[in-house]
């Protein structure tokens, strides 16, 4: 008989629906952030990857630059160099007007040559040598006296006081030959007394009076006020009476004032002055250094050409490098040799280099866009260049800069990497080693490690920006640093030991330091230079100062390793339980000191789950932007962080870790927040944006297959 | 002090009371043996009745619990007190080696695996450490069955052969005791049979202290046996005269299984 | 029976040890069982007593091969043909010591017998069942050293002829002694010595079961 029933037949009823549906209801759930997530992957994809694919690995590899667009009349054989006529196909890829390419070599024409030891140079040639060749230059020592060459380029009439005159004489023989004329310049100043009172007068008057003596306050803002209403009147107060000369223009304007301020008119006061007059004629001149500095910072009509700079004298220096010989074009040679009459040049021998370049004819006005470099490059070769009507080739009729529009991302993803770098390596040491103390050392001892505990996993749900705002008052104010250059301000410091080196000259002048080592009064001289404008000051000995380490790579690392460290110390301390106690056992069994028991029978296990803690942070880490907004990133930077490094390793490390860096996440919110908004940057949004997503999933991956790696090793 | 026999003890265990929890309740209680050298001495019992925790004390494995501490008496192990400040716990245990219930080698190569404890004490000399291993290997009884493939991981070898792994990486170290925490009773039977095997050899070399649930395997390799019950020792005799002849009638019941 | 694979050696050792007892005990037999039949036929009164002396000898090795077989069960809970062989040893040597016993008492028969007396036909009966017997003890000592079963077998076939023989030489004996008056102490030693050697017989026997039993584990053919 076949009517057995089946006794495991499944029973109908509500349950079975209710449990159908809570199934539908995780499935569901499931695969909807599933969708969404790719939703929002697609749409950045599909924005960013033509922008990628339009720009190839340039993305990439150049710095963020501006945008030039610029618009020109229809011209022919203009000249470009190769690689900024491939990036002007790539940004302007519907550009039809361009025709007749043809590739040819352009020769520059070069000096090669040799610097001997105990020349001088001004700052700025010393620049230009520095951008045409790879050199390292020490600064020893300014000297003011040194000649300086300069070019006058009109023939320019000047009143020199009768002291100057003297001086330039004694020193050149041009000045002594001119014909000099002694005048007399009488200038009228008028004495006005003002009384203590609060009164009224016109902005137009406040503003003549601002650079008089007069101490006053001043209600309501001057600029905003001469710009719309010069005339409105604005209420002044006099703290007490006051005796104040006034120039000619001043007092005429007090006068016509009509306000309420009138004190009455000023005493007149006769003062003339000797001065010597005499017409400057075209042509160069020579002159030590501080005569001419004093000559063109009082006479600042007189025209002249010349790169030196005022306020520092040129320089005694030694320079190195790696070349046979130094390199210049020739038009700079030229000005460098020119203006630097103590340069002791050899081996001046011409060199012709070519670089390759295409002509082209635009048939049409057009406009085309490029990056800043690749724009000055353009301009450079086409400058002077003349067709045969002598009109000029490069026919500029418009031209419009769009920041932050084009270039790359090189700079900004180096620096969030070496951010994430230096912060996951500061992370894991300190997070594992509390791990390996909490969890083997401490173990339950008593309410400091609870309490410990206890603050770590609330530092976990503390909001970025509070990050950022603790490393800007720990890392960058107050941080210790071990220097023999303090900082002026009132940080507390105490000395260590005598210092062994005094600051070079380059270092004095770039951290505005104040010698003041054998100073009998060093805080009257400290705070003279503070007014100075000096930063920090050198006395002999090295000192343990906490002054914060500035916006700096080094204080980005830290707040961020600060913010990822409760994960890192949970996630390590629940890889340290997992590895069975029987290895701990075995291992001390075997006569092994508890460190050395933790070191080779537990933490080798213990990795993979370190290791995917690590991804956790990282993935965090390197998308934050409010912590490193105040402690380490900056908008623009001109160099990327390698460069420019010098002196020993240990303190090209330090300069390294010292400097600030641009950074991903704040490069996006940088082009997107603060800028306007423009079609050629809506791109560049997208592009980094895809950048920025695909470093963060290379940096998941890598740390997934390492810890894929480590797990097959170690099964247990 | 009760010993069972004329050699000179090697171990001595006198009047000695542990606790795991300060000192409220004694989990040993004036325990007082004698093992003596180059013979193998079983501590048999029921659960919790304190030999694993006597055998854990002997090494001073006891170290790691916090709340645990000796109320009374001493132990002497070569003649010295193993409980006093000047006795270096790491120098104790590479003279007195254990081996676990659980074999736990661990997830390195298996020459890895036998030359830790040597590696712990610095860097060795290559050569060294492959004669060590070799020595240990064949000492174990497992270097024919693995010497062609000392590099491959440990976990790759059957359950008893790890057991002999783990035996071969106590000896390694050169200690003077081995101590057994029960070490066949996660084996097969064969792989039983392996280890006994292995301890008759081992014996003539080390001394041996065994804690065994198995009476038969008591009978099968120990010299001497020691009963406890409820941190209490209640007997202490050559095996032969304590399993055919027990001079207590609880040693009796319980060897005959009708308690315990 | 494979002793020689066994994990732990000293089990092996054990099993070995007790095997040796057990045919070395047999050994004592057969020299006994020798003295007896050559003590028979010469009438040599020294032999009788040397087979009488050397008993004590063969009473220790049971007590020795008892203990060891004690030890082996506890110590090593042999299974299977081991358990089967350590039972079957324990009976087995108190068959040979019953063999012993059977032996001193053919001596003690012998030294009775008048020799004057004895007719040379009777003295033939007896010879015969002393060969049947001495194939029997050889069988079973080949049986126990090489534990082959159809040794064992052999022996079990060769009970039944040593019983007829046997029965029938009692009652020709017993004819005889109806016969003849003044013979019958002599005729009575000797029905004794004839029933000796078929219990003789007949232990061996057993033993040779016993072998079957381990090889086999069928406890009778």
Not at chain 1, 536 to 542: C, E, H, I
Request: charged share 20%; glycine share 6%.
């Amino acid at each position: 008989m076949q009517d057995q029933t089946n006794p495991f037949a499944t029973k109908k009823g509500f349950l079975q629906t209710k449990e159908k549906a809570q199934k539908f209801l995780l499935i569901f759930g499931t695969y909807s952030i599933i969708f969404f997530t790719l939703f929002v992957f697609w749409e950045i994809l599909s924005k960013g990857a033509p922008v990628l694919y339009q720009y190839g690995t340039d993305f990439i590899t150049r710095k963020p630059e501006s945008l030039e667009v610029l618009a020109f009349d229809a011209g022919d054989k203009l000249e470009i160099p190769k690689k900024s006529y491939k990036t002007l196909k790539t940004y302007n890829p519907d550009n039809n007007s361009l025709t007749g390419e043809e590739s040819f070599d352009k020769s520059f024409e070069y000096t090669t040559f040799n610097i001997e030891k105990g020349s001088v140079l001004s700052d700025a040639y010393l620049s230009e040598i520095s951008k045409y060749n790879k050199v390292k230059i020490t600064h020893l020592y300014r000297d003011e006296q040194a000649p300086v060459v300069f070019e006058v380029l009109n023939n320019t009439p000047l009143l020199l006081t009768p002291a100057l005159y003297k001086k330039l004489a004694n020193s050149s023989e041009a000045f002594k030959n001119l014909s000099a004329t002694p005048s007399k310049v009488s200038t009228n100043l008028y004495e006005v007394t003002f009384k203590e009172k609060s009164f009224y007068l016109q902005a137009k008057t406040m503003a003549l009076l601002a650079d008089s003596s007069l101490i006053y306050k001043l209600y309501g803002n001057l600029t905003d006020t001469l710009d719309d209403k010069p005339n409105e009147l604005m209420e002044v107060y006099i703290p007490e009476n006051q005796t104040v000369l006034l120039t000619e223009a001043q007092h005429q304007g007090y006068l016509s004032d009509t306000g309420t301020g009138k004190f009455g008119e000023g005493k007149l006061q006769e003062t003339s002055v000797k001065k010597i007059a005499l017409t400057l004629p075209k042509g160069s001149y020579e002159l030590p250094h501080q005569l001419f500095s004093t000559l063109l910072k009082n006479h600042p009509a007189l025209a002249t050409s010349h790169q030196h700079s005022l306020a520092k004298a040129p320089l005694y220096f030694a320079i190195k490098s790696n070349q046979k010989e130094l390199r210049l074009p020739n038009s700079v040679f030229q000005q460098l040799k020119k203006d630097n009459p103590l340069l002791k040049l050899t081996d001046i021998n011409p060199l012709t280099i070519s670089a390759p370049f295409i002509r082209f004819n635009f048939g049409q006005a057009c406009q085309i866009k490029l990056p800043t470099t690749d724009m000055s490059a353009f301009k450079e070769a086409n400058e002077g260049a003349v067709n045969e009507y002598g009109q000029p080739r490069l026919n500029i009729l418009n031209e419009y800069v769009y920041p932050y529009s084009s270039g790359g991302v090189s700079g900004p993803v180096i620096g969030t990497m070496l951010l994430v770098a230096a912060c996951m390596i500061i992370a894991l040491f300190v997070g594992v080693a509390a791990a390996v103390y909490l969890g083997e050392y401490a173990k339950n001892s008593g309410p400091l490690i609870s309490t410990i505990r206890l603050s770590m996993m609330n530092l976990a749900g503390v909001p970025s920006i509070v990050f950022g705002l603790f490393g800007l008052g720990l890392f960058v104010s107050v941080a210790p640093v071990i220097t023999s250059a303090p900082s002026i301000d009132d940080k507390f410091k105490f000395k260590i030991f005598p210092a062994l080196v005094e600051p070079g000259l380059a270092e004095i002048e770039d951290n505005r330091i104040a010698m003041i080592e054998d100073d009998k009064n060093p805080r009257h001289s400290l705070r003279a230079a503070q007014q100075k404008g000096l930063e920090s000051f050198y006395d002999g000995w090295v000192y343990l100062s906490f002054q914060g380490w500035g916006n700096s790579l080094i204080a980005g690392a830290f707040t961020l390793a600060i913010m990822v460290l409760p994960i890192i110390i949970t996630s390590s301390e629940e890889s340290l339980k997992a590895v069975p106690k029987g290895f701990r056992e075995a291992s001390l069994a075997l006569g092994a000191t508890k460190w050395q028991s933790i070191r080779t029978a537990v933490l080798p296990y213990a990795t993979p789950g370190i290791l995917t803690a690590s991804v956790l942070g990282i993935t965090r880490v390197a998308g934050e932007t409010a912590p490193i907004m105040f402690t380490a990133a900056v908008a623009a930077k001109s160099d990327l962080p390698f460069s420019d490094l010098s002196g020993s390793p240990l303190n090209q490390f330090f300069d390294f870790m010292s400097q600030s860096v641009q950074a991903l996440p704040y490069h996006i919110y940088t082009i997107s927040g603060k800028l306007p908004p423009s079609e050629h940057i809506k791109p560049m949004q997208y592009g980094s944006v895809l950048v920025f997503m695909i470093i963060v999933m290379i940096f998941a991956s890598v740390s997934i297959w390492l810890r894929m790696k480590m797990r097959g090793k170690i099964k247990w | 002090m009760e010993t069972s026999s004329e050699e000179r003890p090697i171990i001595e265990i006198d009047d000695f009371s542990f606790s795991y929890n300060r000192g409220e309740t004694d989990t040993l209680k004036n325990i007082s043996v004698s093992c003596p050298e180059k013979k193998v001495t079983a501590f048999i019992g029921p659960s919790g009745c304190g030999k694993s925790t006597l055998l854990r004390s002997l090494n001073r494995i006891n170290d790691l619990v916090d709340t645990a501490c000796i109320t009374n008496g001493q132990i002497r192990i070569m003649g010295q007190d193993i409980n006093t400040p000047e006795v270096d716990p790491i120098e104790l245990r590479k003279n007195v080696g254990m081996v676990f219930q659980k074999y736990n080698p661990f997830p390195k190569s298996i020459y890895d695996n036998v030359a830790y404890g040597l590696n712990l004490q610095g860097k060795q000399k290559q050569s060294d450490l492959d004669d060590a291993v070799e020595k240990s290997l064949r000492g174990a009884a497992l270097w024919d069955e693995v010497k062609d493939r000392l590099k491959d991981s440990a976990l790759g070898l059957s359950g008893g052969q790890q057991q002999r792994l783990c035996i071969a990486r106590t000896i390694a170290v050169n200690p003077k005791i081995i101590l057994m925490d029960e070490p066949c009773s996660a084996l097969d039977p064969i792989a039983t049979a392996h280890v006994e095997q292995l301890i008759n050899t081992l014996k003539q070399e080390y001394t041996i202290v065994i804690v065994t649930h198995s009476m038969q395997q008591a009978t099968r390799i120990s010299d001497n046996t020691a009963f406890f019950y409820l941190g209490e020792l209640i007997e202490f005799s050559p095996t032969k005269e304590l399993f055919s002849n027990p001079k207590n009638k609880r040693t009796e019941d319980y060897v005959s299984g009708r308690f315990g | 029976m494979n002793i020689n694979s066994h994990i732990l050696t000293p089990f092996n050792d054990d099993l070995k040890e007790l095997k040796e007892n057990l045919s070395s005990m047999l050994t004592l037999i057969e020299t006994s069982f020798n003295r007896a039949e050559e003590a028979f036929v010469n009438n040599d009164q020294a032999l009788c007593d040397s087979i009488i002396v050397s008993d004590e000898a063969i009473n220790n090795k049971e007590v020795v091969i008892d203990n060891l077989a004690m030890d082996i069960l506890l110590k090593y809970k042999p299974v299977a043909s081991d358990l089967r062989f350590v039972v079957s040893s324990i009976s087995i040597a108190k068959s040979i010591e019953r063999l012993g016993d059977h032996l001193c008492r053919i001596a003690k028969q012998i030294k009775k017998l008048d020799k004057s007396v004895l007719m040379a036909p009777d003295v033939e009966y007896i010879k015969d069942l002393f060969s049947l017997a001495k194939e029997q003890l050889a069988h079973t000592k080949e049986a126990i050293l090489t534990h082959d079963a159809s040794e064992a077998g052999e022996c079990l076939d060769g009970e039944e002829r040593a019983k007829e023989t046997s029965k029938q030489i009692s009652a020709i004996f017993v004819n005889l002694m109806s016969q003849d008056n003044e013979g019958i102490p002599n005729y009575l030693s000797l029905i004794f010595i004839a029933r000796s050697i078929q219990r003789f017989s007949k232990l061996c026997t057993n033993i040779a079961e016993d072998i079957i039993y381990i090889e086999t584990s069928k406890p009778n053919q």
